[in-house]
T-cell receptor, first 116, second 112 residues
Framework: NAGVTQTPKFQVLKTGQSMTLQCAQD?????MYWYRQDPGMGLRLIYY???????DKGEVPNGYNVSRLNKREFSLRLESAAPSQTSVYFC???????????????FGDGTRLSIL | SQKIEQNSEALNIQEGKTATLTCNYT??????LQWYRQDPGRGPVFLLL?????KEKRKERLKVTFDTTLKQSLFHITASQPADSATYLC???????????FGTGTRLLVSP
């Protein structure tokens, strides 16, 4: 059972380049999330999708866009990468509830992104 | 907004002992609180959810308590093993339930 799958696992970009991080879940979950994790900062919510067809900003949305392609897939796009976006990015999903719902969240193993 | 405090210093204990990790929060008391485990290079893995009307919850060697008066949750691992070494995160909803807020986590090191 794959759970939440993120691609790529590692990526190095130059400042100003763009890229899309992919996320797919096979648990038939309604809600999906994108977080970034930085040392000493904990996980911070970038965007979330409470259900297919909806997306909402989280705590740190600036510089990012998202697309909920279908129920399974939720992508995160950096249009013009900046060194401050160097981080580990995690995608997660839950059965229901939006970002604050009382459901466990299931995480992928992350994308390690470095921007030079 | 909700703020969470977890001890940033690593907790070192010997195998077989009970590990106790603390999660303190400010502002309003949430309706529930979650605990996750994160291994190096991996995503967090959900362990337990405890609701405000549950003072204690157990799962195998894990026990979580929730004290809304102290605004604190304690996470216990009994009979700890080296395989329990990881970072443990607590998480709870912020005001208005718009997002889940995660603590920075406490690293647990269990020595043989």
């Amino acid at each position: 059972n794959a759970g939440v799958t993120q691609t790529p696992k590692f990526q190095v970009l130059k400042t100003g380049q763009s890229m899309t991080l992919q996320c797919a879940q096979d648990m038939n979950h309604n809600s999906m999330y994108w977080y970034r994790q930085d040392p000493g900062m904990g996980l911070r919510l970038i965007y979330y999708s409470a259900s297919e067809g909806t997306t909402d900003k989280g705590e740190v949305p600036n510089g990012y866009n998202v697309s909920r392609l279908n129920k399974r897939e939720f992508s995160l796009r950096l249009e013009s990468a900046a060194p401050s976006q160097t981080s580990v990015y995690f995608c997660a999903s839950s059965q229901t509830g939006g970002a604050g719902g009382n459901q466990p969240q299931h995480f992928g193993d992350g994308t390690r992104l470095s921007i030079l | 907004s909700q703020k969470i405090e977890q001890n940033s210093e690593a907790l070192n204990i010997q195998e077989g002992k009970t590990a106790t990790l603390t999660c303190n929060y400010t502002n309003y008391s949430p309706a529930y609180l979650q605990w996750y485990r994160q291994d190096p290079g991996r995503g967090p893995v959900f362990l337990l959810l405890i609701r405000e009307n549950e003072k204690e919850k157990r799962k195998e060697r894990l026990k979580v308590t929730f004290d809304t008066t102290l605004k604190q949750s304690l996470f216990h691992i009994t009979a700890s093993q080296p395989a329990d070494s990881a970072t443990y995160l607590c998480a709870l909803p912020n005001t208005g339930f718009q997002k889940l807020v995660f603590g920075t986590g406490t690293r647990l090191l269990v020595s043989p």
